[in-house]
């Protein structure tokens, strides 16, 4: 028996919606990097605000390209981009799962670092988002 691999946000509130998933990692990853961080109520707002923006737009979110961005070089990862006093970022990507189109975070990281081969760049997150990928596909 397989185990499942995606959820639904439930961190820092639940957000229900049958697009919007996550990998069942994600929502104590967010916990762990936003509840000590002294950012969650500006982070709260910000994220409840992306989420909106991704469930109505769905893959015409990248037109808001303040927010929402698909990264280079890769196949099929998209970036929120939450900037203020941290600037978390979310991967994320559109996927067919039980018969339909859904958009899944996977990965939460704080960018500190612009450099891309950096510990705190996008090179790492993307290597782990791309692995979670691959476990929801044969999930």
Same mark, same amino acid.
Request: charged letters at 30%; hydrophobic letters at 35%.
């Given at each position: 028996?397989?185990?499942?691999?995606?959820?639904?946000?439930?961190?820092?509130?639940?957000?229900?919606?049958?697009?919007?998933?996550?990998?069942?990692? $994600?929502?104590?990853? *967010? @916990? #762990?990097?936003?509840?000590?961080? +002294?950012?969650?109520? %500006?982070?709260? !707002? &910000?994220?409840?605000?992306?989420?909106? $923006?991704?469930?109505? *737009? @769905? #893959?015409?979110?990248?037109?808001? +390209?303040?927010?929402? %961005?698909?990264? !280079? &070089?890769?196949?099929?990862?998209?970036?929120?981009?939450?900037?203020?006093?941290?600037?978390?970022?979310?991967?994320?990507?559109?996927?067919?799962?039980?018969?339909?189109?859904?958009?899944?975070?996977?990965?939460?990281?704080?960018?500190?670092?612009?450099?891309?081969?950096?510990?705190?760049?996008?090179?790492?997150?993307?290597?782990?988002?791309?692995?979670?990928?691959?476990?929801?596909?044969?999930?």
């Amino acid at each position: 028996m397989q185990k499942i691999k995606i959820s639904n946000i439930i961190y820092p509130e639940s957000f229900q919606t049958q697009y919007l998933y996550c990998y069942i990692a $994600f929502n104590n990853e *967010l @916990k #762990e990097m936003i509840e000590q961080s +002294g950012y969650k109520s %500006e982070f709260v !707002k &910000k994220f409840r605000k992306s989420l909106r $923006f991704l469930e109505g *737009l @769905k #893959e015409n979110c990248i037109k808001q +390209g303040k927010l929402f %961005e698909k990264l !280079k &070089k890769t196949k099929d990862l998209y970036s929120i981009m939450l900037k203020g006093e941290k600037n978390i970022r979310i991967l994320f990507t559109f996927m067919n799962y039980n018969n339909s189109k859904k958009a899944i975070l996977l990965y939460v990281f704080e960018e500190k670092d612009s450099n891309n081969n950096s510990k705190t760049g996008y090179s790492g997150a993307i290597e782990i988002a791309n692995q979670r990928i691959i476990e929801i596909k044969n999930d």
